[in-house]
């Protein structure tokens, strides 16, 4: 089995910072790509950041230059640094990462359970 644990959300004023991580634990062979994505109310979820295993990022043209994506592969977690927040951010941010498991040896997606953003005032 593989989990993924997401933990750093929470409720932050317009023009503050959170960092949100995503931890990866389980029967791990490799972890390929990790990512981000959020979803708003009434809206599709959608990617935010991804990550490859080399370190190649991407980003959603709404959070370039205000959010930054990394990993730590040696403790198979994966950042969200999100600087300037906006009250259009606010969502519930999932993690995503491709994994091969060492029962299986396939190639799988997996979720994290979910973590509230919310940028009020």
């Known amino acids: 089995q593989v989990q993924l644990v997401e933990s750093g959300g929470g409720l932050v004023q317009p023009g503050g910072s959170l960092r949100l991580s995503c931890a990866a634990s389980?029967?791990?062979?490799?972890?390929?790509?990790m990512g981000w994505y959020h979803q708003a109310p009434g809206k599709q979820r959608e990617l935010v950041a991804g990550?490859?295993?080399?370190?190649?990022?991407n980003y959603a043209d709404s959070v370039k230059g205000r959010f930054t994506i990394s990993r730590d592969n040696a403790k198979n977690t994966v950042y969200l640094q999100m600087n300037s927040l906006k009250p259009e951010d606010t969502a519930v941010y999932y993690c995503?990462?491709?994994?091969?498991?060492?029962?299986?040896?396939?190639?799988?997606?997996?979720w994290g359970q979910g973590t509230q953003v919310t940028v009020s005032s």
């Open positions: 990550i490859t295993s080399g370190g190649y990022t």
């Open positions: 389980g029967s791990i062979f490799r972890i390929n790509s």
């Open positions: 995503k990462a491709r994994i091969r498991s060492l029962i299986t040896r396939n190639d799988d997606d997996y």
